[in-house]
Every structure is written in structure tokens, then in C-alpha cells.
């Protein structure tokens, strides 16, 4: 049985390196419109070999989209056409568009929506790294329009990966994944843009930067080609979610220029309850 | 020689449990208006002992302040009154109003201004660790100022804990810590609000908090009795760096509502020029 993996990035890359080391599927064929990402998924010896979209879907069993979801939105038909009883898997960060796109069609049963909650700030074939999902969630989303074997087949490449099993709506899972992960990426740009500005007339201003400031700018690091579609795919939520977090800054920012001191730290130790829920 | 530290708390702690592996000083004495920490700073075995502040400044040498920056603004003129030729090192993370305070002070010779750029979300006695500081800047403000030996024990501790050393006037300091510290404190608050709130109404939304979450809301746990006073000495810096941070955030935010994907790549790509900067 061999597998197809579309988009062999960050995610793509890493789920081959550990389907490489489960042995589960006799051939890993990589699929990647970018041909500098073609030569290096090979030298990095993340795929067996690396084949046009077509030739890819006709030998493998499971495909598996890993590209940004602007792309996704885009194949997922296409490779429904295409397809007898292969298995689609994609693992793309929004759902409702893309599960719209392919709601009506005949082949629907043979497509599992899906999506690792893992990731680093980095990108491409050389971000790839072993144990990227061990121990993390893999969301399922409108699994019940799955045909059952075609489920079972990509239950069996999470459990490969080591990871534990959550199930959503499509409209559960881009709200939620707008409160827990694209918001975050949104403070992280704009966080980046406000202090490059500032070097620019204070040259010596990273000469201070700490753990605390690497942690909430790392993910400014994130790709644009991969982040732009999710925030065009997911935008009423991200819009949503933008607004609440602006407000709660800007809330935060009034206590402050009215030198209410008392309601700036009941506000700090509102936000402190986040302990609950992160260690 | 002794050394008193004021605050033994994640900082003060930290300082201690170096100072103890490094034998520099022959007691180190511990000053908590608080009992509990007092207690804890005893079991932890951070301190030899626990002592009243006057008798303290006494029996040291060396007095480092690592208490909350309001407590430090009203701490520094006292102690100088009541040294003889000690030296008085503050560890607090905003300068100018505290060093407005002593200015002309006449033992303003003994005082050293210092900020090690090295912390954790965590606060209390039993935050502190070993290696906080390693390898970390410490910030000397207007050192200047200090009396040449008062500088050279203020700098011998610097060398203990192995850290590196920068120097700063208190305006310049203050306005890089506003941008590479204080600001991320802020998102990060302002983010747990954002997030707590929408729990209430959809009770499922952190099983998909993942790393990228976790790493821009850990600051969130930080202590609101030592942030409030960081933001009130620094009030005019935070609020201008976040008044720009909500301008970034309303670009991108208008970015996606006008649907223009190609700006918002843009300013996405223009942030990631974060790397430059952190590894």
C-alpha cells in the first residue's frame, strides 16, 4: 500500500519521517509544485520519490493534502474526481469552506477532514522533524460523512503518529482554532511590526529582548504563503476573535492612561486564571 | 562579607541560590515583608537567615532590592539613609522614577541601578531557580553615577551569576523595556482575557491549544502585584508602544475585512523580518 503525501512541508515532511519509521506503507510518494521542495524532500530522503499530482493519485491508496488551504480548497474536488476507492485525507487548518466545496460530491465518503493541532514557525521540506505530533491532538471534523474504512485507514496513520483523537463540527472547529491558534499568530505579527518599527530610530532595542519577548514573536517567524489563506479561509471567526482581543487591549490600556491602577490589576489577575488551563 | 536580598521571590530567590553555589558572600540574609515567603525562603534553604530590614542593612554589605518597583521607588532613599558606606543595588524593571527619587541623595554614590533582562512567568520563593541568569544581559543604568567600588561588587555579582552587561541611560532603558518586555506582558494578558471570555460560551475550546498558543499566553501567568507597578512607573513608554501594537493589530484586522490577501501577505512577509532577530 502506498501513500501520496501533497505539500511536503512542516507537516507533510514530518508525517513522512514517522511513516517512515512505522514501515506502515511499502512506497511514500511526495507531491510538490516546487521544485526546489521536490530535490530537497528527496535529499532529506523524506520521500521514496517524487511524482506529478496524477501519477501520485493513481498509485497510492491514502492521499494526503498538506498544503496551505487556499490549495486544498482547490484540489480536493479535483482528486475526488479522480479517485476510485483511494482514501483523501486533509489536514488543512480551517474546514467549512473547504467541506463545502465538496458537500455534494459522489465521492464525499472517501474524504477525511482532518487537523493536526502541531506545528512549529517554521516552514518548507527542512522544517520537517521527528515527533512533531506525538502526544498532540488530531481533530476530526464531520468524520461521520466518512465512509467507515476510509475513517479507518486515517485513524490508523493518527494512531501511527501518536496522537490522541478530538471530533467537531466544521463550524466548532474554525471558531475554536481561531480562539487557540490564529489569534495567536495575529498578536505575533503585529507584536514583530510594532518593535521593527521602533529599531528604526532605538538601533539598540533587541539588546534587551528577553525569553518573554521571544516567546510571544516567535510565531512571527510563521509563512505568509501558509498563513494568509487559513486568515482568508477562517475570516468572519479571525475577524471575530481580532475585534474581542483589541478591545480586551484596549481595555487594558484605558485602565492604564486613567491611572486605574486597582482595575489594571484586576484585570492582570483576571487573565491569570489561563493556569488552569496551560501548565 | 553579607549580602541582604529584599524580596526573595523569583528573582531575589534565583539570586540567592546562585550566590550560595558561587560561596561569595559569607551570609546571605533574607528581608519579605511577607511571612509565608519568609517561611519558604527558609525551607528552600535560599537564605541563612531571615531578618527585619533595618537590621539587615546592618549586617550587610551588599543590599539588593528585588522587590515590586513601587516598593523599590520607596525602599531606595530610606536604605541610603541609613548606610554608612554599603552598597544598595535595585534589580527592578523600570528606572527613571526610581532614580528621579535619589537623584540628590547624598549616598546616591552607593546605589547601583541594575536590570537583569532574565525572569519566568512564575513568582514566589518557590519560583526561583538555578541558572535564571546565565548567559542573560544585565542592563547597568546610569552607572555612571555609582561610586567606582560600589560599581565593582555591583559588577562582581554580575560576573557570579554569568551574565553579560550593558549599559544604558534610565530614559533609553526604559522605552527598550517597554517594547522588548512590558508589551509582550500585555498581549499576552490581553490574549487570556480574549480567550477565558469565549470559554464561557464554548466550553471545548482549549482542547485545541496547542504550543503556538501556549508560547504567546504563558506570560499571562505572570504576578499582577509585580506587573501593575511595572506598567504605573513606566505608564507613559507602555502606553505609547501599545497604541502602536492596536494599530498593527487594526491593519491586519483591516487587511482581511477589505479582503485585500495580497497587503496582508505583505505585512505578514514584513514581520517576519522578526528572524533577523531571534533565532
Given at each position: 500500500m502506498n501513500i501520496a503525501i501533497v505539500g511536503i512541508g512542516l507537516i507533510g515532511g514530518s508525517i513522512a519521517i514517522r511513516l517512515r519509521e512505522t514501515k506502515t506503507f511499502d512506497k511514500i510518494i511526495g507531491v510538490d509544485k516546487n521544485?526546489?521542495?521536490?530535490?530537497?524532500?528527496?535529499?532529506?530522503?523524506?520521500?521514496?520519490?517524487?511524482?506529478?499530482?496524477?501519477?501520485?493519485?493513481?498509485?497510492?491508496?491514502v492521499i494526503?493534502?498538506?498544503?496551505?488551504?487556499?490549495?486544498?480548497?482547490k484540489l480536493a474536488p479535483t482528486i475526488l474526481d479522480k479517485i476510485d476507492d483511494q482514501v483523501v485525507i486533509d489536514m488543512g487548518s480551517t474546514?467549512?469552506?473547504?467541506?463545502?466545496?465538496?458537500?455534494?460530491?459522489?465521492?464525499?465518503?472517501?474524504?477525511v477532514a482532518a487537523h493536526p493541532m502541531a506545528g512549529t514557525e517554521y516552514s518548507g521540506p527542512e522544517a520537517a522533524i521527528p515527533n512533531l505530533f506525538k502526544d498532540k491532538v488530531m481533530v476530526y471534523v464531520e468524520a461521520f460523512k466518512s465512509d467507515e474504512d476510509a475513517f479507518d485507514i486515517a485513524d490508523a496513520i493518527t494512531d501511527q503518529l501518536e496522537m490522541k483523537s478530538v471530533f467537531m463540527n466544521a463550524e466548532e472547529h474554525d471558531i475554536h482554532t481561531a480562539y487557540?491558534?490564529?489569534?495567536?499568530?495575529?498578536?505575533?505579527?503585529?507584536?514583530?511590526?510594532?518593535?521593527?518599527?521602533?529599531?528604526?530610530?532605538?538601533?539598540?532595542?533587541?539588546?534587551?529582548?528577553?525569553?518573554?519577548?521571544?516567546?510571544?514573536?516567535?510565531l512571527a517567524k510563521s509563512s505568509p504563503d501558509m498563513w494568509t489563506p487559513i486568515f482568508k479561509q477562517n475570516r468572519s471567526n479571525v475577524l471575530e476573535v481580532l475585534e474581542e482581543h483589541i478591545k480586551q487591549l484596549q481595555k487594558l490600556h484605558d485602565k492604564l492612561q486613567d491611572e486605574d491602577y486597582e482595575g489594571l490589576h484586576k484585570l492582570i489577575k483576571k487573565s491569570n486564571k489561563i493556569k488552569r488551563i496551560i501548565k
Open positions: 521544485e526546489n521542495n521536490q530535490k530537497k524532500a528527496l535529499q532529506l530522503n523524506l520521500v521514496d520519490e517524487v511524482l506529478p499530482l496524477d501519477e501520485a493519485v493513481q498509485q497510492a491508496k494526503v493534502l498538506c498544503t496551505p488551504v487556499d490549495v486544498i480548497m474546514k467549512i469552506n473547504i467541506l463545502q466545496k465538496i458537500a455534494d460530491h459522489p465521492k464525499r465518503g472517501r474524504y487557540v491558534s490564529h489569534i495567536s499568530h495575529l498578536t505575533s505579527f503585529a507584536l514583530a511590526l510594532t518593535v521593527l518599527e521602533k529599531e528604526k530610530s532605538q538601533g539598540r532595542i533587541f539588546e534587551l529582548a528577553g525569553s518573554g519577548f521571544e516567546s510571544t514573536v516567535r
